[in-house]
């Protein structure tokens, strides 16, 4: 029986790393350049641009607003469109991205605005281009506060990735559903939470350690 649960644990295990590990990627490529774009579009900025800043915004905030369940509901036939269903890990994937890049984007943009605006200005007076800016002042200064925040968000991937398996996303979330509460195994239950608390606490670990490396170089 243990042997068993043993093996369905670890698979769950498995399919919530592959999820969050994808929609993770996804975000993160998608987010950062998002993130960089409100920032230096904002009004003030090198590129400003406040009516694009704007409508970008709004896009933003709507996205940022709206309940996990709910935007999985309203994706599911942009899910199936993309991967041809709209349940298991690979659909699982599509909501969890959509959901974390605007959250990345929010991330990247707060911890650029904390850079000193002097050694911007710095830069532009010796002729620096705003890719120049972008790539050798905003980014390197405002590292090790993006690496925070982009564990922060893989940290609440996570999360919904549990929320995504209870309602047929697979993982944990759906081990812990099927197995510890409609067959009242909280055994079961018990053991999901323990592999979802040591997933936060190693990710949690990994990025403050990378945060501080980005720090002292």
């Known amino acids: 029986m243990w042997a068993q649960l043993s093996r369905v644990l670890f698979s769950s295990f498995l399919e919530t790393l592959y999820m969050v590990g994808m929609s993770s990627t ?27 800043n704007g409508v970008l915004s709004a896009v933003v905030n709507a996205a940022r607003s709206t309940p996990f369940i709910i935007l999985m509901v ?8 993309i991967v041809g ?15 974390a890049i605007p959250f990345v984007g929010r991330i990247v943009e ?19 281009t705003p890719r120049q800016i ?18 922060l968000a893989v940290i609440n991937l996570i999360g919904y990735s549990a929320m995504a398996g209870a309602v047929g996303g697979g993982g944990l979330g759906d081990l812990a559903i ?13 053991a999901t939470v323990v592999i979802l608390i040591a997933m ?18």
């Open 26 to 52: 996804i975000s993160f490529i998608c987010g950062i350049p998002l993130g960089v774009f409100l920032h230096v579009t904002a009004k003030g900025e090198i590129l400003e641009r406040p009516k694009v």
């Open 74 to 81: 309203l994706l599911i036939p942009v899910t199936r469109m």
């Open 85 to 99: 269903t709209s349940i298991g890990i690979n659909a699982a994937v599509v909501p969890l991205a959509v959901a």
């Open 110 to 128: 707060g911890a650029l605005k904390e850079v000193d605006r002097g050694v911007v200005e710095a830069a532009q007076s010796m002729g620096a």
């Open 134 to 151: 972008i790539g050798k002042v905003l980014l390197p200064e405002a590292l090790p506060a993006i690496i925070s925040g982009l564990t």
């Open 178 to 190: 099927r197995y510890g509460y409609q067959r009242f195994r909280m055994d079961i239950m018990f």
């Open 200 to 217: 936060v606490q190693i990710c949690q670990g990994l990025g403050d350690r990378m945060a501080g490396k980005a720090r002292k170089s």
